[in-house]
Structure formats: C-alpha cells, structure tokens
C-alpha cells in the first residue's frame, strides 16, 4: 500500500488505551476506520464524533461468528478494508506463589486465539484479492521471558512466532502480515504493575509511533523504539547472563 494514500483500517481492540489512541492518529490522518470491541456503546460514541470515517461494529475475538458477522456487515457497508489491525489484549500479572492455570487460558484466549480468530476470518478475502495487510498487537514482553509476566509474555511471544511463520505463505500471495511491539504504555493494564516501568510512554505517543510504522513496509512496528531495542540486546544475551538479570528483578516473598 502506498504511503500517504487515505486507507481504510478494520481496528479490533479500539475502545481503550492504545487502540482508541490510535483510531483518533488514524481519523485525523484522513483515514476510514471500522472500529470494533465488545461494547457497542462505546464504539457508538466513538463513531458519533466523525460519522462519515468511523464506523462502529461490536465484536468478541474470542468469538469466531461474532467476528465473521462483524465483517460481512463491514464488507456491506464499507468494503474489504486495506489493513486489519488485531489489537484486542488482557493483561495480569502473576508470580509463581499464584500460579494459575486459568489466567493462562483467559490470556491466551484474547491475546493469542483471538489474533488466530481475526485472521481466520479475513484471509480468504485477502488471497482472493491478492492484497491488503494483517497486524498483530503483540509485545516486547514477549521476546524473552519476564519474572512476574509468564501468562502474558507466553501469549505474546505465540503471537510473534505466528506472525514470522505466516508471513512468507502471505508474502506469496500478495498479503502482508505485520507485528506492532508496543513496549510500556500507560494504560489501564499497565496500571495493574507495580514495578518500575522503564521508557513509559502514553497511548497517544504510542499511536504517532504506530501511525508512522503503519505507513511503511517493515515486518515490526516498535512503540518505543528505545526500550525495544534494549529488549533486542537482552534477546541476544546467554542464559547465564540474561538469569542473571531477571533474578534481580525478583521481589523479596510476601512483597
């Protein structure tokens, strides 16, 4: 897709911190933007500041035909869109003291099987077309493990590892899959931490970030760039050295 030229965006995820940051970068970029979360009142009132580029349309990633409906009403009304961002996240953290087998499988549904969901529903108008874009909100946290962040990061890194084991198969056919590496942004997740959040930024910050990415080509779209780069040297690290590390982020027990 050409940068500069007014695109229209299907935003999964777009009710809150950096999704609805971004459909505001996006609206005022001259862009369409179908915008979908669980609650249609807030995309309601949304859409009701720009009538004529928002549309509104509920949708549940864990839900497969709540996604489905979701795009053949858009496909009605709008079109096939340029570019899919899956943005839909939840977040906990979780020490080992509270292990918790549910919190994995509630993680990993939206994070993980949601991105798989959306995907599932917009490949094949994609390949018929032979263009358009699928982007994955994924995370810095999940490029190497993280005390305190296991359900998380697990669902993060899966979304990852999707992202680089589809591309070449969509490359082939004329789409492009994209991962956005958000690293610390204020939201009402990251609210849920209580450890220094180094490089902390806000959504609106994040979404300018975004917005210029989305305008390119690359694979991963980093929000901030500084703090993801530090992830990216931690990546290359040994084991020895990288424990080393992440021990010293250990709180002392009953903190």
Known sequence: MTAGRARTYWLVGASSGIGAALVDRLVAGGHRVVISARRQ??????????PDRILALAADVTDLDSL???????????GMPDSVI?????YEPMGLA????T??????????LGAVNGIQVVKDGFIRRGAGEIVL???VAGYRGLPYSSPYGASKAAMINLAESLRPEFAREGVAIRVINPGFVRTALTDKNDFPMPGRIEPEEAARRIAVGLAGRGFEILAPRGFGYVMKVLRLLPYRMY??????????PGQ
Do not use: K, Q
């Not at 009142?41 to 720009?50: F, G, K």
């Not at 489905?68 to 709008?78: G, I, N, P, V």
């Open 41 to 50: 009142a807030v995309l309601d009132e949304r859409a009701a500041r720009d």
């Open 68 to 78: 489905a409906r979701a795009w053949d009403e858009m496909l009605d009304r709008w």
């Open 86 to 90: 899956l943005n839909a996240g939840d």
């Open 98 to 101: 509270d292990f918790d087998p």
């Open 103 to 112: 919190l994995f499988e509630r993680l990993m549904r939206v994070n993980f």
């Open 137 to 139: 909100t994924a995370s």
């Open 243 to 252: 424990f080393a590390i992440t021990r010293r982020m250990l709180r002392e």
